[in-house]
């Protein structure tokens, strides 16, 4: 029976380092387990490196047909899980069909690598970048081991950030104006405005701010939209009168904010909207949306 069990573990163990790995900055990522664990952060055109060790288990030799390590970029739709479209795909060929007796290590390096797209976990789509390792086998199946790292890619700030002025109003009742200081915010930025009110003859319970993230996948009939309500920020308690005047100061470094994500690879969008809503006494809902873009500043440390 021990036999039988002793067929069923790894014939060795793989370990993945980087290079760089105790000086590269770590991040959270969350696992499909749920778990979090801590991954090294790169970004677009960087060099990915490291040393690759395979450790045959005590008393054990492995034959293989081969050894190589690939960099995998994948986008997983979740209404098609375990479905993994590959949009880079980079292969290095470690070994060369043989046998391993003790604990080999193969260096590797993938030089100034296009990773267009940034790591992303959302509600119906993810996106991720992997090193896979395979040690090739015939008869006794193939052994692969994954190893996770994000990818955040950071911009300039915009030469030209138009402020957003909107009026809004039901005819004769409600007549409201309402400006930001900007259309494109940072995700540590502030969000600054006014909202005027220059015609109120409806009770106004109160009123809220709310950032909402929509996230969009598929195309054509088989679009799937999603939207989640991050934010909520009340902006007033109580009936307005006209010609008041009520300032807005929302901070956005508390909320886990993306930039925004347009048509990624034809498989995915995600976008951010600022939705001012008010309630009348009758708790009747007006809305007003607006899109902001989200952009990726680059951390000074």
Known sequence: MNYIIGAFKPACNISITFGDGKSRKQVPLKKENGQTVMV????????????ISVEPVSGKKVEHNGIKV??????????????FYDFTSLVR???VPGEIYERKTYPFEFSTVEMPYETYNGVNVRLRY???????????????EYQDFVVRNYSPPPSINNSIKMEVGIEDCLHIEFEYNKSKYHLKDVIIGKIYFLLVRIKIKNMDLEIRRRESTGSGANTHVETETLAKFELMDGAPVRGESIPIRLFLSPYELTPTYRNINNKFSVKYYLNLVLVDEEDRRYFKQQEITMFRLTETS
Do not use: C, H, W
Not at 73 to 78: A, D, F, N, R
Not at 130 to 144: N, P
């Open 40 to 51: 090294p952060l790169f970004q677009s055109q960087e060099n990915i490196a490291g040393k």
């Open 130 to 144: 992997i090193l896979k390792i395979t040690i090739s086998r015939g008869y006794a199946g193939s052994i692969v």
């Open 70 to 83: 690939e960099l995998l970029g994948q986008i997983e739709m979740y209404f098609d899980r375990g479905n």
């Open 93 to 95: 060929e470690l070994d």
